[in-house]
């Protein structure tokens, strides 16, 4: 076997511009796969962190069962009320898996600055819980400053946030008095004032002029309740989520309750939408990859064999076989599949610190703010795409190599 590994070395340097141009076809070919690879785990990772961290909803989120169908058109039926949200503590404080769990009343109204009014939609939340959550997150972006202004704290309940379109619509400013009008949930006209304490943009553009953030006890008493419509939850491990959730399901029933929980990638559409783009766009990669890497391996052994017709009748008539022959090219095309896989290891490496020493910044979908560009090492892909591009190499060779096994002997030996 290692006489036929120097051979087939050998055989690479015996064309090696041919063999340097095919080489550099499946490194970049291995690199340009796993930069959009690495690219891609660093959308979904982003995605996944700001659905879940950054935005505070947790990996899953508990409701009323039909809230999510029927509840905005009837609020007061399908809202989670004190002793709903008592019993569901206390089966989430059961479970060490949980690291917090949070209330959420979602709202909407019309604010006014004095002379006139328009829509809003708000988040009524405890801020110290969402900040817990937040802290949790993985990526830079959890660690960004997000809004001009001063934070949301428990201490002041009256303080909202504003979409920055909406404030600039209505002319508000850090400090400024807001008046928040809104049914409550008995159908009566209820106004509460609020303190303008920051500003922010919406990750959705539609809702620029119409987003504000609120405490839970300011949703609350705007909508005259002590109910939720719903608790989000935050587990230690993202990977419990499906578990947990089956889990928590059935002891929520058993307690009388009857509640749907969903996981935060069923809440979050866009991040599912986002993914099935980019495992499309990677397909098409792949396949370009396959077809350069294919074509390329097949015109190195395909112009190899035209040149060593001769040497094939002599190898022949020394007594080797037709699937050593067949056996010699697929190790060479192996050999120049490792060979470009490792530079493309090489050029990968080279993509990945380059990006991390220069840090280019970008404005990525939902999120208004220009953050840090990051390409992620993938180990596991980088694996199975040296394995892949192995065996298409291999692949690639059987064809023109089977045709050179067949030649006859004498023939072969007399080719000019």
Same mark, same amino acid.
């Given at each position: 076997?290692?006489?036929?590994?120097?051979?087939?070395?050998?055989?690479?340097?015996?064309?090696?511009?041919?063999?340097?141009?095919?080489?550099?076809?499946?490194?970049?070919? +291995?690199?340009? *796969?796993?930069?959009?690879?690495? +690219?891609?785990?660093?959308?979904?990772?982003?995605?996944?962190? &700001?659905?879940? /961290?950054?935005?505070?909803?947790?990996?899953?989120?508990?409701? #009323?069962?039909?809230?999510?169908?029927?509840?905005?058109?009837?609020?007061?039926?399908?809202?989670?009320?004190?002793?709903?949200?008592? $019993?569901?503590?206390?089966?989430?404080?059961?479970?060490?898996?949980?690291?917090?769990?949070?209330?959420?009343? !979602?709202?909407?109204?019309? %604010?006014? !600055?004095?002379? @006139?009014?328009?829509?809003?939609?708000?988040?009524?939340?405890?801020?110290?819980?969402?900040?817990?959550?937040?802290?949790?997150?993985?990526?830079?972006?959890?660690?960004?400053?997000?809004?001009?202004?001063?934070?949301?704290?428990?201490?002041?309940?009256?303080?909202?946030?504003?979409?920055q379109g909406l404030a600039?619509?209505?002319?508000?400013?850090?400090?400024?008095?807001?008046? %928040?009008?809104?049914?409550?949930?008995?159908?009566?006209?209820?106004?509460?004032?609020?303190?303008?304490?920051?500003? +922010?943009?919406?990750?959705?553009?539609?809702?620029?002029?119409?987003?504000?953030?609120?405490? =839970?006890?300011?949703?609350?008493?705007?909508?005259?309740?002590?109910? $939720?419509?719903?608790?989000?939850?935050?587990?230690?491990?993202?990977?419990?989520?499906?578990?947990?959730?089956?889990?928590?399901?059935?002891?929520?029933?058993? /307690?009388?309750?009857? %509640?749907?929980?969903?996981?935060?990638?069923?809440?979050?559409?866009?991040?599912?939408? *986002? #993914?099935?783009?980019?495992? %499309?766009?990677?397909l098409f990669a792949f =396949?370009?990859?396959?077809?350069?890497?294919?074509? &390329?391996?097949?015109?190195?052994?395909?112009?190899?064999?035209?040149?060593?017709?001769?040497?094939?009748?002599?190898?022949?008539? =020394?007594?080797?076989?037709?699937?050593?022959? @067949?056996?010699?090219?697929?190790?060479?095309?192996?050999?120049?599949?490792?060979?470009?896989?490792?530079?493309?290891?090489?050029?990968? =490496?080279? *993509?990945?610190?380059?990006?991390?020493?220069?840090?280019?910044?970008?404005?990525?979908?939902?999120?208004?703010?220009?953050?840090?560009?990051?390409?992620?090492?993938?180990? #596991?892909?980088?694996?199975?795409?040296?394995?892949?591009?192995?065996?298409?190499?291999?692949?690639?060779?059987?064809?023109?190599?089977?045709?050179?096994?067949?030649?006859?002997?004498?023939?072969?030996?007399? /080719?000019?």
């Amino acid at each position: 076997m290692i006489t036929w590994f120097k051979l087939a070395t050998r055989n690479l340097f015996r064309n090696g511009r041919r063999s340097l141009f095919t080489v550099m076809a499946i490194g970049l070919g +291995f690199a340009a *796969v796993n930069a959009l690879g690495g +690219f891609t785990a660093y959308i979904f990772t982003s995605l996944e962190d &700001s659905y879940i /961290h950054i935005q505070g909803n947790g990996h899953m989120s508990i409701f #009323k069962k039909g809230f999510l169908e029927e509840g905005k058109l009837d609020p007061t039926r399908y809202l989670l009320n004190e002793e709903d949200v008592r $019993v569901i503590d206390e089966v989430l404080q059961t479970h060490p898996e949980i690291r917090i769990s949070t209330p959420e009343l !979602n709202i909407s109204g019309l %604010v006014s !600055n004095g002379e @006139v009014s328009t829509i809003f939609l708000a988040s009524g939340r405890v801020s110290s819980k969402v900040d817990v959550i937040r802290s949790r997150s993985r990526t830079k972006v959890g660690n960004m400053r997000l809004f001009d202004g001063d934070p949301m704290t428990d201490d002041k309940p009256n303080g909202l946030g504003m979409s920055q379109g909406l404030a600039n619509q209505l002319r508000f400013k850090q400090g400024d008095t807001v008046v %928040v009008m809104a049914p409550t949930v008995s159908g009566q006209i209820n106004a509460l004032d609020g303190q303008m304490l920051q500003t +922010f943009s919406s990750p959705v553009e539609a809702l620029e002029d119409k987003l504000m953030l609120v405490s =839970l006890e300011f949703a609350q008493n705007l909508y005259d309740t002590t109910s $939720v419509d719903r608790i989000n939850v935050l587990l230690n491990d993202g990977l419990l989520t499906q578990p947990m959730r089956a889990t928590l399901q059935s002891e929520l029933a058993a /307690h009388g309750l009857d %509640v749907e929980i969903k996981t935060w990638n069923e809440l979050s559409t866009f991040y599912t939408k *986002v #993914k099935n783009m980019f495992d %499309v766009i990677f397909l098409f990669a792949f =396949l370009i990859v396959f077809t350069i890497v294919v074509m &390329s391996v097949v015109n190195t052994v395909g112009m190899a064999i035209m040149e060593r017709t001769r040497e094939i009748g002599t190898l022949r008539a =020394l007594g080797v076989k037709r699937r050593g022959i @067949v056996g010699l090219f697929a190790l060479e095309s192996m050999l120049l599949g490792l060979i470009g896989s490792l530079v493309g290891v090489l050029l990968t =490496l080279a *993509v990945w610190s380059s990006i991390a020493t220069f840090e280019p910044t970008w404005i990525p979908p939902q999120i208004t703010r220009r953050i840090p560009l990051e390409v992620y090492l993938v180990p #596991k892909e980088m694996l199975w795409s040296l394995l892949a591009l192995m065996v298409l190499s291999l692949l690639a060779a059987s064809l023109p190599a089977r045709k050179a096994a067949r030649m006859e002997i004498v023939g072969a030996l007399g /080719h000019v």
